[in-house]
């Protein structure tokens, strides 16, 4: 009888170890999936927030066009007022993600709203989770100057996007853009 109590006893006790140990696990592994899912989430999170946005002058961003050699540059002016503008930037992020693993492509977005709004800018980047690099272009009182300069044939209005190959400008695309169409331009220029 004393060593069927035994028995239980030593077996109520590999239970409760077993038990703890397994709870033990279950914890460590909660532990890493929460770990996992929080640098998932820091990762996707960064990629599309923009933290700043930058602003240049035309000739600022004239020689940036310039430096980005050996690639397919897609330049889309736009602005956070403009109906059109903000309609087709989701076909714009879509072909930039599909691309963003090539390092002969680049997008760059040219914000054309007032200095003034540069936070309105950044909040929209972040609330649209755009993934292409977002610059304000700040010189829009010498833009009689300077829009001649990118496409004689521009009229100032957006949007507007300027493909460049190896800093020659290949296509010029005044109105808004379907995916399909930005898109057949990029491959044909590729």
């Excluded at 077996?11 to 914890?27: A, D, E």
């Excluded at 700043?52 to 000739?59: I, L, M």
């Excluded at 709004?117 to 609330?127: G, M, S």
Aim: proline letters at 2%; one cysteine or more.
């Amino acid at each position: 009888m004393q060593k069927k109590s035994l028995t239980k006893i030593k077996y109520l006790i590999l239970t409760l170890k077993f038990s703890s140990q397994r709870k033990l696990l279950l914890n460590l592994t909660m532990k890493k999936i929460i770990l996992l899912f929080s640098f998932l989430l820091a990762v996707f999170y960064g990629k599309a927030q923009q933290k700043t946005v930058s602003s240049v002058r035309y000739e600022e961003l004239e020689n940036r066009i310039q430096q980005e050699k050996d690639k397919l540059l897609v330049v889309n002016f736009w602005s956070t007022t403009c109906a059109p503008c903000v309609k087709e930037l989701p076909h714009f992020m879509e072909i930039n993600e599909k691309y963003s693993g090539d390092s002969q492509f680049k997008m760059i977005l040219v914000s054309l709203d007032r200095l003034a709004d540069k936070e309105r800018v950044l909040t929209f980047i972040n609330k649209k989770k755009l993934t292409a690099e977002v610059i304000l272009l700040d010189d829009i009182k010498r833009m009689n100057t300077w829009i001649p300069r990118f496409e004689k044939k521009w009229d100032g209005n957006i949007p507007v996007t300027i493909f460049y190959k190896n800093g020659e400008k290949v296509y010029f695309n005044d109105g808004e853009m379907s995916k399909e169409e930005l898109e057949n331009v990029i491959v044909k220029n590729k």
